[in-house]
């Protein structure tokens, strides 16, 4: 691994089609100098010769031939994003231009880098811990405002920051109790389970409000899987066109057109919506239709949210029943549509149904810990879709997401060390209290600091880190 280290790569940085510039980027030991063997600077200098972090215009050649006009930066090991020699010539963006002077550099020693080669070096040269490496290919893929900023607070190091902090802690505690072990006429630790105690509870009560903000988390990063249900006929591929402003699904007055499932992804004010149209759910013969029935309960289950559209103009049935006992206490947003027509369809006939379907489920009158939302829209008249929007934000984020000190764990690696941590916590606590020799507590603090390592980069193997970076697309 190492003599890969030592090698110079080459990728194409930016999209592959017409666009108006192009860059190649170049990091390594010879960086420079292979650069300079295709560059011709208008005053003919060696770009060895130069300092770092500065812009040179000339020409890349292939032997007497031109390829292109370029503008050439140049950064010096260690300060660039991979720590090492860089290169990046910006060039015109078509497709063989940038295709073309890759090709010249691999010909000129370098050689062709692996996906996300770029931001492996830079943590192997310790740049960036892993938590922020991987917040670049999260920033790259980020779909939504909110999975911005929450890819930008990790790449400016916030769960880097909490995590070095509680290992800070972990191995002070750690270390205190080894000195003592070693050198007991000096260091006492008598009394140190019911001080260490304290530390571990608020430790734990740290971790698990981390571990806490994975559902959120994971939504912000991939999105909220929104099932659309209902009847037959009662507007659910309108809605779906409506949200999306354009004709995707068809939608006619027979009962029954949306036999299969289809599924867009929908920006709401900064919130992802993956959304999955759904056959009408009711009793049917047609063999077809029932299997999309059946489809449909199936994605019900793995739902984040369901829209169950409810046609208001008619009156609840069995079919409707059954769809809210396969609700469940599910996060719903129930959508009164057709409220351009008569409405026979009340919130009240709605919530009275569901209660009596859902028994076991406690409403919000007795408890307050469920909610029904239910709106009235016309997907005819484009009413009602504000509302919704709003009701969203509500149900999964308390109406806002506070960004400044909020830290989301989106990753399920993250997650998956932190619960690690939590459990040798818990059993540095369950020691304690049992009173167990001081030695016991050494042990599961040093599990707990390594698993929080974990997520930083400090205790990983070399399989798990190419498994990360090759997720990655070329050139970063």
């Given at each position: ?7 110079t ?10 666009a ?5 980027r ?5 960086a ?51 720590g090492?020699?860089?290169v ?29 080669e770029?931001?492996?070096r ?10 922020q490496a ?23 190091g ?10 800070n ?7 205190f ?15 140190y ?10 430790l734990m ?13 994971r ?6 899987r ?19 402003g354009?004709e ?12 299969d ?21 009711r009793d049917?013969?047609?063999?077809v239709?029932?299997i999309?029935?059946?489809?449909a ?6 739902a ?16 409707d029943?059954?769809?809210?006992r ?14 351009d ?14 209660f009596?379907?859902?028994?076991s ?33 509500d149900l ?7 960004f400044?000190?909020?830290i989301y ?22 020691s ?8 016991f ?12 390592g974990?997520?930083i ?20």
């Amino acid at each position: 691994m190492e003599g890969l280290y030592n090698t110079t790569i080459a990728a194409i940085a930016t999209a592959m089609s017409d666009a108006g510039i192009g860059i190649v980027r170049m990091s390594g030991p010879e960086a420079f100098s292979i650069a300079d063997r295709v560059y011709k600077g208008k005053k003919e200098k060696s770009l060895l010769s130069q300092k770092t972090h500065t812009i040179h215009y000339g020409y890349v050649m292939d032997g007497e031939g031109m390829i292109d006009e370029v503008l050439v930066m140049l950064m010096k090991s260690p300060h660039s994003y991979t720590g090492e020699d860089t290169v990046e010539i910006n060039c015109h963006g078509g497709v063989y231009v940038v295709k073309r002077i890759l090709e010249l550099l691999i010909e000129k020693g370098a050689r062709p880098a692996e996906p996300g080669e770029f931001t492996k070096r830079a943590f192997l040269n310790g740049k960036l811990d892993l938590s922020q490496a991987e917040a670049v290919g999260d920033l790259i893929s980020s779909k939504n405002q909110y999975a911005h900023q929450s890819s930008v607070n990790q790449l400016r190091g916030n769960i880097k920051n909490k995590i070095s902090e509680i290992r800070n802690e972990i191995i002070y505690h750690t270390a205190f109790i080894e000195s003592a072990l070693d050198d007991p006429e000096h260091v006492s630790v008598e009394g140190y389970g019911e001080k260490l105690l304290i530390t571990v509870e608020k430790l734990m009560g740290q971790i698990k409000r981390l571990i806490d903000t994975y559902d959120n988390g994971r939504i912000i990063k991939e999105g909220i899987r929104t099932v659309i249900v209902g009847k037959p006929n009662v507007g659910k591929s309108s809605l779906l066109n409506l949200l999306l402003g354009e004709e995707r699904a068809i939608v006619t007055d027979i009962a029954g057109t949306t036999r299969d499932i289809l599924e867009e992804n929908i920006n709401l004010r900064g919130i992802s919506l993956n959304m999955i149209d759904t056959a009408g759910i009711r009793d049917t013969e047609d063999l077809v239709e029932k299997i999309g029935v059946e489809r449909a309960k199936d994605f019900v289950e793995q739902a984040d949210l369901i829209l169950y559209v409810i046609d208001g103009s008619i009156p609840l049935d069995e079919n409707d029943q059954e769809i809210f006992r396969l609700i469940g206490d599910k996060k719903t947003i129930i959508l009164l549509n057709k409220s351009d027509l008569n409405m026979v369809v009340t919130r009240e006939d709605v919530k009275k149904l569901y209660f009596a379907s859902n028994p076991s489920v406690r409403g919000d009158e007795e408890t307050n810990k469920f909610t029904l939302p239910v709106i009235y829209v016309s997907t005819k008249e484009k009413m009602g879709v504000n509302t919704l929007e709003e009701t969203l934000k509500d149900l999964f984020f308390e109406g806002n997401l506070a960004f400044n000190d909020e830290i989301y764990i989106t990753n399920i690696r993250h997650k998956t060390a932190l619960q690690d941590t939590f459990s040798s916590l818990g059993r540095v606590r369950d020691s304690i209290e049992s009173g167990m020799p001081e030695d016991f507590y050494s042990i599961d603090l040093l599990d707990a600091y390594e698993s929080l390592g974990c997520i930083i980069g400090e205790k990983i193997g070399e399989d798990l880190v190419n498994e990360i970076f090759s997720k990655f697309c070329m050139g970063k």
